[in-house]
């Protein structure tokens, strides 16, 4: 039996909730999804609200994700020890609220969710990554597991799909809300995406006015950045994965734009 995962880019925004309430439960009728993983950390912009992760969840996410804006809204902070449907980096420092990987029930048994940030250009210094996955490894007892790398540079995402590389069932990477076109299965089984991409306003950049960032990088007086306007995406990465080895079938982009948009 195989167990369709759903990995949902980073939600940016009012744009990428509304969007997640109109269309997530329609991606996972479409493409027969099992399990849905969603990245919530842009929810109000740079970081995540109780109520924001309860219309995620409501919408129908399994887990949501979270990254380098994990803290930003402090009024998340007991939401993270209370719901358990919620991770964090499992790599920042252990006395930080919430948890960094879970252990959840699916049709083919039990679903292990690991939630990793990278170190490269993220201004701060979390624990060594690919050393912690390797001691949370030791840990988990399940057969399909699942990990998120939300980190800046492509270089430290393929390595860690490398290094996991038929040790875990896929990995994927969140955080530069720009979808890549490497899904694959990696040589010893593994599903891979270096980014999922986002799900938020189409005509922006990163999910803002394009002409606000613009003027950001002139060196201009600007603004609070604002949501762009316009139609929206959900941008997405299916993995299909055999519910007895643990290893992934497929992995192929399921990305969803509105009518008034470009499509590629």
């Not at 020890?81 to 029930?105: E, H, M, S």
């Not at 069932?169 to 899904?183: L, R």
């Not at 299965?185 to 394009?210: E, F, H, N, R």
């Given at each position: 039996m195989d167990l369709k995962v759903l990995a949902v880019g980073d939600v940016v925004g009012t744009p990428g909730l509304?969007?997640?309430?109109?269309?997530?439960?329609?991606?996972?009728?479409?493409?027969?999804?099992?399990?849905?993983?969603?990245?919530?950390?842009?929810?109000?912009?740079?970081?995540?609200?109780?109520?924001?992760?309860?219309?995620?969840?409501?919408?129908?996410?399994?887990?949501?994700?979270?990254?380098?804006?994990?803290?930003?809204?402090?009024?998340?902070?007991?939401?993270?020890?209370?719901?358990?449907?919620?991770?964090?980096?499992?790599?920042?420092?252990?006395?930080?609220?919430?948890?960094?990987?879970?252990?959840?029930?699916?049709?083919?048994?039990?679903?292990?969710?690991?939630?990793?940030?990278?170190?490269?250009g993220m201004d701060f210094g979390p624990d060594n990554p690919f050393l912690m996955i390797d001691k949370i490894l030791k840990e988990v007892d399940a057969r399909i597991v699942l990990v998120e790398i939300h980190a800046e540079a492509t270089s430290e995402k393929l390595a860690m799909g490398y290094m996991l590389?038929?040790?875990?069932?896929?990995?994927?990477?969140?955080?530069?809300?720009?979808?890549?076109?490497?899904?694959?299965?990696?040589?010893?089984?593994?599903?891979?995406?270096?980014?999922?991409?986002?799900?938020?306003?189409?005509?922006?950049?990163?999910?803002?006015?394009?002409?606000?960032s613009i003027q950001k990088f002139r060196g201009d007086l600007t603004s609070r950045y604002q949501w762009a306007d316009g139609p929206t995406k959900m941008e997405a990465v299916l993995f299909t994965i055999d519910g007895g080895t643990g290893l992934c079938r497929s992995a192929e982009r399921v990305d969803l734009y509105d009518e008034a948009s470009a499509r590629r």
């Open positions: 509304e969007r997640v309430s109109r269309s997530l439960r329609y991606l996972k009728r479409t493409t027969g999804a099992d399990f849905v993983v969603v990245n919530g950390e842009n929810a109000s912009g740079v970081g995540i609200t109780p109520q924001q992760a309860e219309e995620i969840l409501d919408s129908g996410a399994d887990v949501i994700t979270l990254g380098n804006h994990s803290f930003n809204r402090r009024e998340i902070v007991a939401y993270l020890d209370d719901c358990p449907q919620i991770l964090r980096p499992a790599n920042y420092a252990p006395q930080t609220p919430g948890k960094g990987w879970a252990v959840f029930d699916s049709k083919c048994g039990p679903v292990a969710v690991i939630d990793l940030i990278g170190r490269c590389d038929g040790r875990v069932s896929a990995v994927w990477g969140t955080h530069t809300h720009v979808p890549t076109a490497d899904a694959m299965i990696l040589p010893k089984g593994t599903g891979y995406v270096t980014d999922l991409g986002m799900t938020g306003p189409v005509w922006s950049v990163l999910g803002v006015k394009a002409q606000q």
